[in-house]
């Protein structure tokens, strides 16, 4: 009896140590994401969903700290010259590309003068002039008159840096990414997944995490489920009708972050009435925008009036329409002095919670004769049709580093064809965003933001609904997880516990 008992021990012992090595020795990790992009390059697309990618791949001059604060990534220092027009940078030396080639100025140069040819990232590129090596190891970047925003540009997946080499043999990086980041490329397999395997020569120090696989799961309850089954490790996006059973278990965790995201009914202002500001302050009256927190976020989201985030300095509610009311918005369609029945509005939506808000908004807009639409499109439909302004309207949101940021990128003329979807151009916003980002002190900066938002508010060029929390859910020994307030996050740090 003895014996059989030591045996038992000795058995149960041996299999403890087997789990304890087997779960001690995890190297995977297998990320739910909810929308998959057409590419995988730095500068075709602005989409939150492939910058996650790109941050695996790639490196900017700069990076975002936890703070959001733009701090040295590739480069190791910078100075800026008195009159704020020459930026100097030293780049980190013995940095390695994917493909073994080291990293030289020469290698930022190129990718920079490419990324100012390519439309989708305008807003991030225009603050630079020119850009040059001064030696191997050095870049001077040349603006026109002081920058606040250039610091926040170079932390963007737009100006990531390229193997030069690459660049001018045609390498196709909308299918292959090769930079300078802690995960290398490994397959696309289409409509499924992407994998990548750790870097282990990068230069922030090899990932503990080495295979990575990022699995595209467009419906919001199939992401929670396959989390719950223990199919993937980590949800992006959790739906907020999931997160109780979420909550409910042990084994996983929920990470609920603050978001600086504005969540919007876009509207495109060169289509038909919408052009008119009337009809898209009716339009903004008419929403009951705590009912659409309500059931597309389930209640986790901050209702927002301005057509700003409220999260940065500059952030102002003067302009504004009254808020949710029927009448008033009737009477600015009596100031318009059409047919409601004639506007034509169709909400082009590309995932579950849009497509909540939107039905929302149908009914609300009912109640004061306009009869809108909702049409479903993947997100890389999405993204090219409204791009190219073949849309009335839409859902969507944006997540900027600044307010210059968001407002260059979303109400700047010169983001027509990327990130300004509402088309606005305006010669005086214009001016003032471009003022703003020239202002040597906060306090001057401030005062010019308040000043564009408040005309902004007042032209109404799309309707702002909420600024959400942003819901992210893992297994509970999975280590040292941290999410920016722009959704971003950094892979390479985490570790199995």
Known sequence: MKKILTFVLALVLVLSLATFACAAGKDSLVVAAPDESDNLSTTGHDALQTAFLNVLSYNGLMKLDYNMNPVPDLAESYTISEDGCTWVFKLREGVKFHDGSELTADDVVASMIDAQSKPNVVAFTKDYTAVEATDKYTVTITTDGYNSNLLYSLANHANFILPKALLESGHDFYAEPCGTGPYKFVKWNHGESIEYVANEDYFGGAPAIKNLTWRFIPE??????????????????????NMSAIQDDPSLYMDIVDSITLNFLNLNDTKGYLSDVNVRKAIDCAVNKQAVVQIA?????????????????????????????????????????????????????????????????????????????????????????????????????????????????????????????????????DALIEKAAAARTTEECTAILEEVNEKINDMCPQVSLYQNQRLYAYKADLDNVNVLPNGYFYVNEWNWK
């Not at 919001?220 to 009708?241: C, M, N, P, Q, Y």
């Not at 301005?306 to 918005?329: I, L, N, R």
């Open 220 to 241: 919001g309850t199939s992401r929670s489920l396959v989390l719950e089954g223990g199919e993937v490790d980590f949800v992006i996006d959790v739906d907020a009708a």
């Open 297 to 429: 976020e389930n209640g986790h989201a901050s209702v927002v009036y301005a057509q700003a985030p409220t999260s940065f300095s500059g952030a102002t509610t003067k302009g504004c329409v009254d808020g949710y009311s029927v009448e008033k918005a009737k009477e600015y369609l009596a100031a318009w002095g059409g047919n409601p029945a004639d506007i034509e509005l169709s909400i082009i939506c590309s995932n579950d919670a849009k497509k909540r808000a939107a039905e929302v908004i149908l009914s609300n807009l009912k109640d004061v004769g306009i009869n809108a639409t909702i049409e479903q499109m993947d997100l890389a439909t999405y993204l090219d049709v409204t791009a190219r302004g073949e849309h009335t309207g839409f859902i969507g949101g944006y997540s900027a580093s600044s307010m210059v940021q968001y407002l260059m990128m979303n109400f700047h003329s010169s983001s027509i064809g990327a990130a300004n979807k509402s088309r606005l151009n305006d010669p005086e916003v």
